[in-house]
């Protein structure tokens, strides 16, 4: 883990794939290099319950951030991100998943202590998908396709409850 004296300003997005910070719960923060760390201080926390990391229960990946929900897995992208895909892997080396929490906990373990596996693709419907990839030299990169990004996501919650607000009063 590492303390961050600027906190959030570290995790402005990046032009490349790098995940250079990644930030656990909003509360953690961990260099680029301790991924496999990030990620299993995340999934520790979850299994003992934290609340430190439950109560914001989310990883955040450089220019993305994925979401852990009752049910399922949520990921969005920072402003501006430009989607786009992942290198060639072979197929043998790509872990494929659903949003489902179950399947994405497990599958996030499997990645991180598996070094076999090169890429974890997590699906989230219509054709929206999260790419993790591990490079030889120990780097975790991201890339998205078609992913909502963090503020088009929340304007459209704040419309909705606009809306609901609205007609409830009438």
Not at 56 to 69: A, C, D, H, T
Not at 146 to 155: I, P
Request: charged share 25%.
């Amino acid at each position: 883990m590492t303390s961050f004296p600027d906190g959030p300003q570290k995790m402005q997005p990046k032009p490349n794939s790098y995940v250079q910070v990644l930030q656990i719960s909003g509360l953690e923060f961990f260099e680029g290099n301790d991924w496999k760390g990030a990620i299993g201080y995340f999934l520790m926390g979850v299994a003992k319950q934290d609340i430190k990391v439950l109560c914001k229960s989310k990883i955040n990946f450089g220019e993305v951030q994925l979401y852990r929900n009752d049910d399922h897995y949520t990921a969005l992208t920072f402003e501006g991100q430009v989607n786009s895909h992942p290198p060639k892997i072979a197929k043998d080396e790509i872990l494929e998943s659903t949003n489902g929490v179950a399947e994405v906990d497990r599958n996030l373990l499997l990645f991180i202590h598996d070094d076999t596996l090169k890429m974890l693709v997590i699906h989230f419907g219509n054709a929206k998908r999260l790419y993790l990839w591990k490079e030889d030299c120990g780097e975790l990169h991201v890339r998205t396709f078609g992913l909502e990004s963090l503020s088009d996501y929340f304007n459209r919650g704040v419309e909705q409850s606009v809306r609901n607000t609205l007609y409830t009063q009438e």
